[in-house]
């Protein structure tokens, strides 16, 4: 089970940290990721992260704004949102999947957190 937390409302140029803990399983050889949705629109990849840290990935509208990480220890899952645009306003999901590789589809993973509603003013 995936429970994600830190959103909130921030004005436009802030930041907020998500966070997103496992509970249940070893934690330690998912492979996890950040999604966002807004309605009416499909689940966008935002990063993901391979189970060691090792290697993260990013979608070209968060590059250089946002950093996901983890502490495998505290099986939790984090994204730090920085330079925050109305844009990136939106439900944000966490996920994992028992892989090695680093994914970035919707349909590539099996377990899901709730969502945390992310809104930026500007």
């Known amino acids: 089970q995936l429970q994600a937390s830190g959103g909130g409302l921030v004005q436009s140029g802030g930041s907020l940290r998500l966070s997103c803990a496992a509970s249940?399983?070893?934690?330690?050889?998912?492979?996890c990721a950040w999604f966002r949705q807004t309605p009416g629109k499909e689940r966008e990849f935002v990063a993901a992260?391979?189970?060691?840290?090792?290697?993260?990935s990013y979608a070209d509208s968060v590059k250089g704004r946002f950093t996901i990480s983890r502490d495998n220890a505290k099986n939790t899952v984090y994204l730090q949102m920085n330079s925050l645009k109305p844009e990136d306003t939106a439900v944000y999901y966490c996920?994992?999947?028992?892989?090695?590789?680093?994914?970035?589809?919707?349909?590539?993973?099996?377990?899901w957190g709730q969502g945390t509603q992310v809104t930026v003013s500007s």
């Open positions: 996920a994992a999947k028992a892989t090695y590789i680093l994914l970035r589809l919707p349909s590539d993973y099996d377990y």
């Open positions: 249940g399983r070893t934690f330690g050889n998912y492979a």
């Open positions: 992260i391979t189970w060691s840290g090792a290697t993260t």
